[in-house]
Every structure is written in C-alpha cells, then in structure tokens.
C-alpha cells in the first residue's frame, strides 16, 4: 500500500476541470502534510501559476462528503493547497498496511517481472579485492534489491577478468619473488599482494615488461608452465572471491569469466573486420568511432593479443541470446564511461537494439589520497574488516561485559559489515567517497552505527513490554501527539522513497530516508513515555514503534545490511 499515492489520486479526482496538480510536501508540519501546487495552461500551451484553482481546489474537496474521513483542513498559500491529513485516518491505514504487508511492505509491481540483467562486482584474478571493490558490491547488491522491490525480476551476475595483462604481471613476480609462496595468509590475498609489488618493480625496471608479454602469450595460447601456473592460481582467487561475496551476503545467478568469452569474441571480431566496423591499424585493430564522437577504440594489440572490447562483444550477446533479457546493466566505476560508450555504439553498429545502460560510480579514497592497486597504496578488504572488526569488537565488549566472547565476535563482525557497506550507499553513486574510518564507527552520526544501534533499542523497548503487536489491539485514536504523527506521515513515504531510489538507481536515497527515520524515532524516545503510558496509550505506542522497526528493517534488507537485535 502506498498511502501517499493513493491520497494523490484521490486529490486529483477532485482537481478542478482543466488543472494540473504538482505534489510535494511543505517543508514544515505546520504548514499541512501534503501539498498540491495548481496550474492551468494558458493559450500558448505554457503551465501558468493557477491561485484560483487551488481555492476552487480546497472548496471541492471542503463539499466532499469523504473530506472529513481524509482531511482535518485546506490552508491555502498562493497557488498551494497544503492539506493537513487526519490523524485517525493516517494511523489506521499506516497501522493496518505494515501489519499486512510486513517485510514487503513498499514493495511494488511497477517492473511488471520485466527480466533485467545486473552486472557488477567485476574484480580481477590475481589482484587484491580492496575497498573501492567493495563500493562496486555494495552498489550493485543494493541496486539489485532495489529493482526486486520495483517489481523486476533481476538476474545478478559478476564478470571476472581472469585473463588479462594483470594476469601475467603477477604470475611473472610470483616466479621471481618465491616470498609470497610462503606467506601464512590466504593464497587468494597474496596473489593480490604480489601484483602490487609486480607493478611497482615494472615501474621502477621497465625492460621487464618484456618478460610480462612473453608470460601473457603463453596464458593466451593456453599451453606451457606459465598456463598451468595460471589455472592454479585462477583457482585460488575464485575461491577468495567467494569467501568474500558469502561474508557480504552477495549472491550471483551466473558468473561469467573472460577467460571463457575471449575465444568466441574474437570470431565477432573477424566478423566485424569484414563488415567494415572495425579496421586495421599499424597492425593493430581499432574501431574507429570518431564520426560519432568517440574517439578510436583499440580492440587487439600489434601483437595479436586481445583487449578488453573482444570479450565484452561475446559477453553482451550471450546475456541477452542465453538469458532473454529486456535490458543489460552494467555497475562499473565512472572511469569506464567513455569505454561503455565506445562498446554500446559497436553494439548498436552490429544491430543489437536492446537497452544497454552504464550505472557508474565515483572513487573511494582515502583521507591521504587516491588509492591504486599498482601503487601499493590501497586497504584491502580483508584490512580494512579487520580494522572495523577490532574497534567494534572493543566497543561491543564495553557495552556488553556479560556476553560471550563467540557472541561479542558475531556481533561486532556483523556490525563491521554493515559499517563498510552503509559507508559506501550513503552518498549518490556520482559522489567521491573520503572513507574515514573513525567517522563511520560513531554511534551519533550518519552512520550504519546510529542506525542498526537505533533499530535494537526499538526491539529492546518491545521485548521489554513482552508485547504481542495486535494482542490487545492498538487503538490508533490514541496517537494524539504531533510526533506520532511526524512518525506516522515518515512511514507512509517509505513507499514513494522506494519508488523514486530504483527509478534512479540510487541506493542513497534510502540511506538518507533510514537516517531520518531514526532520528524522528529518536526524539520520540526520548521525550515521550512508551512503558510507563496509560495501557491504551502504551498499547498503541508500541504498535507504532513497531511499524518503525518494521520500516527500519525493510530499508536495512535493502542496503543489504545486516538485521541485530542487539548491539
């Protein structure tokens, strides 16, 4: 149920004959809740400010013998009729539509089951999974449940580039420094350890990059020491990945690896090469795009070997020829954009004509500067967990000095995931993260902390008062005060925020709605009574906290955050 939604319709059933209603929200309670800005076209066709229509507006609805059921009054400002909704009738609609729907509530159908394919969480074998990855997952996760809530049936896949130049840096380091074979970690995080300083020692000896090239032809002809040495290590970076998604709760319908694309791209590439799309150019392949202002896209090397456009072109056609997709997404970081251009022009030029998008996000940085897995200056994952993981565990220790320390360790590991994951939804896909790690642990502050802690103080309230939510039933004429219904009228938009946050592919916008909530719950707490209420009070203030828990839940499933009932 979308309460919201429904008043509008509503609304604009009453809405002067030739009027446009435009809906917001006034920006302080007591200008009303809901408002309908009135315009009317003029000769030209243009919208007009239409004071008139929203006095004829206000006295439409004022004649309706259903007014009194939805309305306490109609203030007029200007061509605004802000309408102040009726309290009884907002608390038992909210009351009754979180208590049917539950952990769906706010879902909807607008996707129709339309079949959409997502594509994220693209790492490189043989290369360390750090925290910029990790703004990748937590993107493409939470934009996936997104869509599932928006009614689309998403299909989540992953594109591993287990084939690339990176592939044969590190392979040719590992031979050179027999160090990293002996290191006490997980081979998977080594080998991403190892490509770090294979890079930095190309950097300072350049002349070794012949050495490199000779390693990546013999991966590429898939025969010889260096391919065995590649398909065993492949092994361990896979198995790394995967320990990885399971602790982030990711899971994946298909993951497709370039190794597996490569062979069959380079027969579009042939093809292409007869049809003109792509030509030859000082004995590499390139497609020419500049007629559409995209430049010269390189597709194979001089020496034959393949870049990243030959296995895209097969992977592309494969999503949609295996999976019957309507349209193919792609969460890939904003350096990419010219590339996803490029590669959805080629596309096009080959008669592919189904949607294509590039969902791309900024960088995560670190408050000294940039990261870079060549550079060696990156947290890792498995740092950057352990890192949230101990101060948590400190704090969690203190809170709680009568729990076990398994249950201490759960909790804060817990906690620390969904810390790393809310720091990297928080801000809009198109912003620079500065990840600051003392910021992101703040129990008072925008943080996965505030919210999760806020959560399970609404969970210990309703424990404490050993509450069946409709056991007696709650009253919903007892929720009187102005912050009841601050809360109520915030639950009641969680649908629209649902709605507008897939529309937009933005993950943010939940986030931010979460953090109101729980700061308008927050107040409440602390200034009102809940246990200490008359019964038939106390009865229907526990029903509406837990309405605020239930939303506050829904939104975490959302984000992919962890749900604890404790912290």
């Known amino acids: 149920m979308d309460f919201f939604e429904d008043l509008k319709k509503k609304i604009r059933r009453s809405a002067p004959v030739g009027a446009e209603l435009e809906f917001s929200y006034p920006p302080r309670p007591e200008l009303g809740d809901l408002s309908a800005a009135c315009f009317r076209l003029d000769e030209n066709g243009r919208r007009q400010p239409a004071p008139a229509a929203a006095r004829d507006l206000s006295a439409t609805l004022a004649a309706d013998k259903n007014f009194k059921k939805y309305f306490d009054e109609v203030k007029i400002y200007g061509l605004y009729a802000n309408l102040v909704i009726k309290p009884l009738y907002l608390a038992e609609k909210i009351i009754r539509a979180v208590k049917k729907e539950k952990n769906i509530y706010a879902h909807n159908a607008l996707g129709r089951g339309e079949k959409v394919m997502l594509e994220y969480a693209n790492a490189n074998t043989h290369k360390e999974y750090h925290v910029g990855h990790l703004r990748n997952i937590a993107y493409g996760d939470a934009v996936g449940r997104l869509l599932t809530a928006n009614g689309y049936k998403v299909i989540p896949v992953s594109y591993i580039n287990d084939f690339g130049i990176h592939t044969a840096k590190t392979l040719w380091y590992w031979q050179k420094e027999p160090a990293f074979k002996d290191g006490p970690e997980d081979r998977g995080y080594l080998l991403g350890k190892c490509y770090a300083a294979a890079s930095q020692e190309l950097a300072r000896e350049p002349e070794y990059k012949e050495a490199v090239a000779a390693v990546m032809k013999e991966i590429e002809k898939r025969h010889g020491d260096n391919y065995e040495l590649w398909r065993e290590t492949r092994i361990w970076s896979l198995k790394y990945f995967a320990r990885v998604y399971q602790e982030l709760g990711v899971k994946f319908k298909h993951i497709f690896y370039e190794s597996e694309m490569i062979a069959l791209g380079a027969r579009i590439v042939k093809d292409l090469l007869k049809r003109g799309i792509f030509k030859k150019s000082q004995g590499a392949v390139v497609a020419d795009l500049d007629d559409f202002g995209l430049g010269v896209l390189p597709i194979l090397r001089s020496d034959g070997t393949a870049l990243y456009p030959v296995a895209d072109l097969e992977l592309a056609k494969e999503k949609f020829e295996k999976y019957h997709v309507s349209q193919s997404l792609y969460v890939v970081d904003v350096r990419q954009s010219l590339y996803f251009k490029q590669l959805f022009k080629i596309l096009t ?219």
């Open 349 to 567: 030029l080959m008669g592919h004509n189904k949607p294509l998008k590039h969902l791309a996000y900024d960088f995560v940085t670190l408050p000294a500067g940039m990261m870079s897995s060549r550079a060696g200056n990156v947290i890792t994952y498995e740092e950057l967990k352990d890192k949230v993981w101990q101060k948590l565990k400190t704090e969690t220790k203190k809170r709680h000095p009568d729990w076990t320390a398994s249950r201490v360790e759960l909790v804060a590991k817990d906690l620390a995931l969904s810390t790393i994951k809310f720091e990297m939804l928080k801000v809009n896909a198109d912003k620079i993260i500065t990840f600051n790690l003392e910021e992101a642990l703040r129990f008072d502050g925008y943080t996965a902390c505030y919210l999760l802690y806020s959560y399970a103080r609404l969970r210990s309230i309703v424990r404490k008062a050993g509450f069946n939510l409709f056991r007696p039933r709650p009253v919903p004429k007892e929720l009187r005060q102005d912050q009841e219904k601050r809360l109520l009228i915030k639950i009641a938009k969680y649908p629209e925020i649902i709605r507008s946050a897939g529309r937009n592919y933005n993950p943010s916008e939940v986030a931010k709605y979460l953090f109101e909530l729980a700061q308008v719950f927050n107040d409440y707490y602390h200034e009102t009574p809940i246990l200490k209420a008359p019964p038939k009070v106390k009865a229907a203030r526990l029903a509406l906290i837990k309405m605020v828990a239930q939303t506050l839940k829904n939104g975490f499933n959302i984000l992919g955050l962890k749900i604890l009932e404790e912290i």
